[in-house]
Nanobody, 129 residues
Framework: RVHLAESGGGSVQAGGSLRLSCEGSGYSDGDSYGTHVMAWFRQAPGKEREGVANISPGGSPIFYADSVKGRFAISQDTAKSTVYLQLNFLKPEDTAMYYC??????????????????WGRGTQVTVSS
């Protein structure tokens, strides 16, 4: 079973930056990190989980939510089975639990949670004004 472990969350002031990491493990024979579409989602209290960014095997295409374009950047290191999310110019409205996801053979819209069958447990990002 694919296991995803996020790290890098924390508390910052508005305008600050964070870098989230998500390392994958537990791939079965014939499977590997490089075969999966990877994504970051976030969920604030009382709100639905929303897609933040998505990256395909090989590095493209990449998709971003309109709310984070120009501020966040997704990248990956396939050799390390790790996907990253660089968060810049953070705003209080970016405060949420951030989750890493892998499609694990799922299909659908890049920003639909139902597309992804494997999830991490999340890392909290808190931005103060």
């Amino acid at each position: 079973r694919v296991h995803l472990a996020e790290s890098g969350g924390g508390s910052v002031q508005a305008g600050g930056s964070l870098r989230l990491s998500c390392e994958g493990s537990g791939y079965s024979d014939g499977d590997s990190y490089g075969t999966h579409v990877m994504a970051w989602f976030r969920q604030a209290p009382g709100k639905e989980r929303e897609g933040v960014a998505n990256i395909s095997p090989g590095g493209s295409p990449i998709f971003y939510a309109d709310s984070v374009k120009g501020r966040f950047a997704i990248s990956q290191d396939t050799a390390k089975s790790t996907v990253y999310l660089q968060l810049n110019f953070l705003k209080p409205e970016d405060t949420a639990m951030y989750y890493c996801a892998a499609n694990c053979q799922g299909e659908g819209r890049w920003d639909a949670p139902s597309t992804y069958k494997c999830w991490g447990r999340g890392t909290q990002v808190t931005v103060s004004s």
